[in-house]
């Protein structure tokens, strides 16, 4: 799959739309730029993966809708569940260019969208992550994956949603990655609207994931209060808050 920045609609008062189109030109001097930072990174999530499948956070069982099937002993490997490296390094490349205060993300899983996120935030040396994940044993090796990258991070054992208030900081860049159904997005895309700056950016992974995860994305990418929409090939969405 070809890596591509969707453009899918742009209001005159869009700020990341002159952001977006630098990244073609810019894409090559980054990644060579960054290599090392990404070798190792690549490199710790291999060393995670090698600790093979390990047990999914128990709520994955009750959910509704899911459109995928959840056995009794559900297990994953960092693999299964992580962000690609391309969708990774842009956002490191997001990070660098946005300079965020805060960034929010969940769930972090084992860690590889985070990792990335700080070294986006190590490039400005500024700002800070807020990351959520309920799963105990998964939360404990993304706490010690992201050591390894910065400590520009606040990693919270829990639900996004139970413990929001926690996020102290207004955020520039949300990434909405957790249970991939469109009762649970809505309801998160709500509550992070109330955290967010005034031209944030949410991102939805996983768009495609199910028939119900399509029509949660086409609901919320054509409506015309955002100030512009996008995608990430066919599998993240992205909007600009007014
Ligand atoms: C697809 S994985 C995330 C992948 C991760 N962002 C990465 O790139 O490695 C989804 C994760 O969301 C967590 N999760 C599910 N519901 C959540 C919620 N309400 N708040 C925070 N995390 C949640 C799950 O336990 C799971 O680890």
Known sequence: MVFRIRKLRVRGDSQIADVFARFERQKEAFLADNAAVFEEIEATIKHTNDLGKLPLWEEYKNVENYGRVIDDNPK??????????????????????????????????????????????????????????????????????????????????????????????????????????????????????????????????????????????SEISQSDEFASVWQLSSRVGIVELP
């Not at 413990?163 to 809505?186: M, P, Q, S």
């Open 76 to 217: 994953r490997r960092m693999q299964d569940v992580r962000t690609k490296a391309e969708f990774c390094q842009f956002y490191t490349w997001l990070v660098s260019q946005m300079k965020p205060n805060a960034v929010l993300e969940f769930g972090a899983a084992f860690g590889a969208s985070g990792m990335y996120w700080l070294a986006g935030l190590n490039i400005c040396n500024r700002g800070k992550m807020y990351s959520f994940e309920p799963n105990e044993i998964w939360n404990s090796i993304a706490q010690s994956n992201f050591d390894t990258v910065s400590d520009r991070h606040v990693l919270t054992l829990g639900t996004f949603e139970d413990n929001i208030g926690l996020i102290t900081d207004k955020v520039n860049i949300a990434l909405i990655d957790a249970i991939h159904t469109r009762d649970f997005v809505v309801k998160q895309f709500e509550l992070v609207r109330s955290v967010a700056d005034k031209g944030a950016l949410v991102l939805f992974d996983d768009i495609n994931f199910s028939d119900d995860m399509k029509a949660c994305w």
